[in-house]
């Protein structure tokens, strides 16, 4: 596939309709969303078809789009459900719908074919392999694992028959996405059914100290926007549906600021774009695993 040689599309997070309008509001080319059921966030607010369906019209008025997640595995007897939230979804429109599970995969593009399907980080994607299998199913986009540095990420897209999207800020798993089972250890509540607890943020105490021994720091890619755009990924995804909307605010800002700017003056407005980023309350940031040589 031929490396992006415009602009990636800056992927905002929308956990509630005010988060939607608001990043749309601060220069997100796009959002992702979940509705009531059978998403990865389900614990949070999330929207009614009524404030989806204001949403997308806002992003038509705006020529931005909304992505829907239905990214949780599904059980059998919910299989009915689903269908019929896909019924609603067809109705709607949006521009994508982001899936875990591959029964659901098979359900849009043999019942639902005007969706179009973008493959969750929870599948597991990691290499090029994945993603040209996935893209024979008529999956359009694949969102990859967390796990890979820049420099792999540019291999993928050049091996990929489809568009790639990668995180580029916000909370990063102590395990890997849609395979962490502490959550559903501790209590049951799965992180592949939208219910994750997050006990990884949680303090922890032995005979040898206590501490926050499973939080990680926060995924951190201002400085590194450049070598994203090398790579050709399509999407710069922000993580934070659980978050409202002034974090969404300003983390929008800051990157926004920083795709803007020309390359040549991005060093020089590193400062400005921190300072706004710095106004979301988040965790230390990091590079997470996107720089190889800052893994330890």
């Not at 220069?27 to 404030?51: M, W």
């Not at 540019?154 to 089972?181: K, N, P, T, Y």
Request: charged content about 25%.
């Amino acid at each position: 596939m031929t490396q992006n040689p415009s602009k990636p599309e800056l992927l905002a997070p929308a956990g509630d309709l005010q988060a939607g309008l608001i990043a749309f509001e601060c220069g997100a080319d796009a959002v992702y969303a979940g509705l009531q059921r059978f998403n990865a966030r389900e614990r949070n607010e999330n929207f009614s078809t009524d404030d989806l369906a204001t949403l997308i019209l806002a992003a038509r008025q705006q020529n931005r789009k909304v992505y829907v997640t239905l990214n949780t595995l599904i059980r059998e007897p919910e299989l009915a459900d689903v269908a019929e939230m896909l019924a609603e979804l067809d109705r709607l429109r949006p521009d994508a719908v982001i899936v875990q599970d591959l029964g659901v995969l098979r359900m849009i593009r043999e019942a639902f074919p005007r969706l179009k399907i973008h493959a969750s980080t929870k599948m597991g994607s990691h290499n090029s392999a994945a993603v040209n299998w996935l893209a024979r199913r008529g999956v359009e986009r694949v969102i990859l694992q967390r796990q890979i540095p820049v420099d792999e990420l540019s291999e993928i897209v050049r091996s990929s028959q489809i568009e790639v999207e990668a995180f580029v800020h916000g909370a990063l798993c102590c395990c890997l996405s849609g395979a962490c089972m502490f959550s559903s250890w501790m209590g049951g509540w799965s992180g592949n059914r939208g219910k994750c607890k997050q006990p990884c943020r949680r303090r922890y105490f032995s005979e040898q100290g206590n501490g926050f021994f499973f939080s990680t720091n926060d995924l951190y890619g201002l400085d590194v926007l450049d070598q994203l755009e090398d790579a050709g990924v399509a999407s710069l995804k922000i993580e934070g549906r659980l978050r409202k909307a002034d974090y969404v605010e300003h983390v929008v800002k800051a990157y926004r600021m920083m795709l803007d700017t020309p390359r040549e003056h991005r060093q020089a407005r590193l400062g400005e774009a921190r300072a706004e980023l710095s106004r979301a309350l988040g965790r230390k940031w990091s590079h997470g695993y996107l720089v190889r040589d800052e893994w330890n």
